[in-house]
């Protein structure tokens, strides 16, 4: 019918139906209870028993029928015309009854209410019309027969007004009901759309977040508290057996909430986390906050403000250094090529070669930190680029070393700058190579990309069957100028972690099962802006 009706598929207007059909059902039984007794005869005196008993009948068996048959209306058309039915029948009782004083003008306002809260505007006012017709009518054509029904005419007026007042009232009504609702529903779209925004911003902060309740069962977590906790599934899990060094941490801050907390490590390989915790109270219930802060990126912050300063100076003095640093190694190269020289002396003339060449090289790798290259990432195929970077390592490795390729199924794909992941991964695979041939005859590495479930990233693993990287040492091999290797520079791991998260990737060292080292590259998305 029009914009404003009701829409029949909502759940308020199928009880609003339920409630109809009911009303008329109701009406029917007692009416039918009523002609089956030996009341009607008293209360009906001017109507026609015997047809107003027929149309008692036919008013339950037709009601029966629509609602067996029409439970259910799915258009607009299908209700007015039952409305439209019900009130002509109604209208009939209304004239075998007798006219006003048989009461049924009462049960043809409360037809015509109930019907405009589903029927709107013009076609409920179209049944309050035909209904306030009717019974006005039909009172007058009784008064021909009996004229003590002349009397009956200022009622049944009145019933004829209140069709229209009950029509213009319920129809009032349920547009204010309905634009109520409406207004409820989009407050509640906007307070669903902003409940999944903040889950969203919570899950995407860097920051970790807990809600611990009483007992330090974990209500609420987001992705990088369970990432810097290093535990996946705390959701319901009471935190003690997770993080003993935090409960302690809360504990503390229980007893003196004003001290600031102390740092602590989930693992020896583990971020620095200084926690913040905040008391939440909700009524009887009380609740902790807690906020976990990565002190690492912060150090590794200040730690690449030193390396910059130390890049600018070391470019403004390389000349300086280089220069004598070129003729000293000449000079030892010329002086180690000399007959008379002793033995013990060429040994220390190839120390003096040794060591000039590492300084030279610790120059280069300081160097790169202050000249390194704006980053220029594009959309990579990384099985296609693995392939090709294996078969070119492969022809320049000697016959005991070997590179080994594994790669998952479907397609993976990332964001990176192809010449920096091949200068990250020629130093993994190198090291690789080495720490493997330390305890093996022949060096071997694997490459494994897959699919990680957890981000659902592409992620590659460089996997050697070495010795393995010590406990002690675990939390400071992305340190600049960190080595174990008397001939290491100790910029290599950390140059290829710059490079890394210059491409929005993350480097991390996992100890691999059964021995050996497993270094891990999570990409970026392949759609994430840079």
Same mark, same amino acid.
């Given at each position: 019918?029009?914009?404003?009706?009701l829409s029949?598929?909502?759940?308020?207007?199928q009880?609003? %139906?339920r409630?109809?059909?009911l009303?008329?059902?109701?009406?029917g039984? &007692?009416?039918?209870?009523?002609?089956?007794?030996?009341?009607?005869?008293?209360l009906l005196q001017?109507?026609?028993?015997?047809l107003?008993?027929?149309?008692?009948?036919l008013?339950?068996?037709f009601n029966i029928?629509?609602?067996?048959?029409?439970?259910r209306?799915s258009?607009q058309?299908q209700?007015?015309?039952?409305?439209?039915?019900?009130?002509?029948?109604?209208?009939a009782?209304?004239y075998a009854?007798g006219?006003?004083?048989?009461?049924?003008g009462?049960l043809i306002?409360?037809?015509?209410a109930?019907?405009?809260?589903?029927?709107r505007q013009?076609?409920?006012?179209l049944i309050?019309?035909?209904s306030?017709?009717?019974i @006005?009518y039909?009172?007058?054509f009784i008064?021909?027969?009996?004229?003590?029904?002349a009397?009956?005419?200022?009622?049944a007026g009145?019933?004829?007004?209140?069709?229209f007042a009950?029509?213009?009232?319920?129809?009032t009504l349920?547009?204010r009901?309905?634009?109520?609702?409406?207004?409820a529903?989009?407050?509640?779209?906007?307070?669903?759309n902003?409940?999944?925004?903040n889950?969203?911003?919570?899950?995407?902060?860097?920051?970790? @977040? %807990?809600?611990?309740d009483s007992?330090?069962?974990?209500?609420?977590a987001?992705?990088?508290a369970l990432?810097?906790?290093?535990?996946?599934?705390l959701l319901g899990?009471v @935190?003690d057996?997770?993080?003993p060094?935090?409960?302690?941490?809360?504990?503390?801050w229980?007893?003196?909430?004003s001290?600031?907390?102390?740092?602590?490590?989930?693992?020896a390989?583990?971020?620095?986390l200084?926690?913040?915790?905040?008391?939440?109270t909700r009524?009887?219930?009380?609740?902790?906050?807690?906020?976990?802060?990565?002190l690492?990126?912060?150090?590794?912050?200040?730690?690449?403000l030193? &390396?910059a300063?130390l890049?600018r100076l070391t470019a403004?003095i390389?000349h300086?250094?280089?220069?004598?640093?070129?003729?000293?190694?000449?000079a030892?190269?010329?002086?180690h090529?000399?007959?008379?020289?002793?033995?013990p002396?060429?040994?220390?003339?190839e120390?003096?070669?040794?060591?000039?060449?590492?300084?030279?090289?610790?120059?280069e790798?300081v160097?790169q930190?202050?000249r390194?290259?704006?980053?220029?990432?594009h959309l990579?195929?990384l099985?296609q680029?693995?392939?090709?970077?294996?078969?070119?390592?492969r022809?320049?490795l000697?016959a005991?070393?070997?590179v080994?390729?594994?790669?998952g199924d479907?397609?993976l794909t990332?964001?990176?700058?192809?010449?920096?992941?091949?200068?990250?991964?020629?130093?993994?695979?190198q090291?690789?190579?080495?720490y493997?041939?330390?305890?093996?005859?022949k060096?071997?590495?694997w490459?494994k990309?897959?699919?990680?479930?957890?981000s659902?990233?592409?992620?590659?693993e460089v996997l050697?069957?070495g010795p393995g990287?010590a406990?002690?040492?675990?939390t400071?091999?992305f340190?600049p100028f960190?080595?174990t290797?008397s001939?290491?520079?100790?910029?290599?791991?950390?140059?290829s972690r710059?490079l890394c998260?210059?491409?929005?990737a993350?480097?991390d060292y996992?100890?691999?099962?059964?021995?050996?080292s497993?270094?891990? @590259?999570?990409?970026?998305?392949?759609?994430?802006?840079?």
């Open positions: 019918m029009t914009a404003e009706t029949l598929a909502t759940p308020q207007a009880r609003i %139906l409630l109809y059909h009303y008329r059902l109701s009406i039984i &007692l009416l039918v209870l009523l002609i089956s007794s030996s009341m009607d005869a008293e001017l109507a026609d028993i015997e107003f008993r027929t149309g008692c009948w008013y339950l068996v029928l629509v609602v067996v048959l029409l439970e209306p258009r058309g209700l007015f015309t039952l409305a439209m039915a019900d009130a002509l029948t109604l209208c009782l209304f009854g006219g006003a004083p048989s009461g049924i009462n306002v409360a037809s015509v109930i019907s405009n809260v589903l029927l013009r076609s409920g006012l309050a019309a035909v306030a017709i009717g @006005i039909l009172t007058f008064s021909y027969h009996q004229p003590a029904a009397n009956h005419f200022v009622q009145s019933l004829g007004a209140l069709c009950a029509a213009l009232l319920v129809q349920a547009r009901l309905q634009v109520s609702e409406d207004i529903e989009k407050r509640a779209a906007d307070v669903d902003l409940e999944q925004l889950a969203l911003i919570l899950q995407r902060m860097r920051t970790g @977040i %807990l809600v611990l007992n330090r069962q974990v209500l609420l987001n992705q990088s990432t810097l906790l290093g535990h996946q599934h899990e @935190i057996p997770y993080s060094q935090l409960v302690e941490r809360l504990r503390q229980l007893i003196n909430p001290m600031a907390s102390r740092s602590m490590t989930t693992s390989i583990g971020p620095v200084r926690p913040g915790f905040i008391a939440l009524g009887s219930h009380r609740h902790t906050l807690v906020f976990l802060d990565d690492s990126q912060i150090s590794q912050q200040a730690q690449q030193k &390396l300063a890049g403004g390389a300086e250094i280089r220069n004598p640093l070129g003729a000293i190694s000449h030892a190269q010329l002086l090529e000399s007959e008379e020289l002793s033995g002396d060429r040994r220390l003339s120390i003096i070669q040794d060591q000039s060449r590492r300084m030279n090289l610790v120059i790798n160097l930190l202050s390194r290259r704006q980053t220029e990432p990579l195929d099985k680029w693995l392939e090709r970077f294996v078969s070119d390592l022809s320049r000697s005991e070393q070997s080994h390729l594994e790669t479907g397609t990332t964001r990176m700058d192809a010449e920096q992941l091949q200068q990250v991964l020629t130093n993994l695979v090291n690789g190579l080495r493997s041939g330390q305890l093996h005859e060096a071997q590495v490459l990309l897959f699919h990680d479930p957890h659902e990233l592409p992620s590659l050697d069957d990287v406990t002690e040492h675990l400071k091999i340190e960190f080595t290797e001939k290491g520079t100790g910029l290599g791991l950390y140059l710059e998260e210059s491409n929005q993350n480097l996992t100890p691999r099962e059964g021995g050996g497993c270094m891990r @590259i999570t990409f970026a998305h392949p759609f994430k802006l840079s």
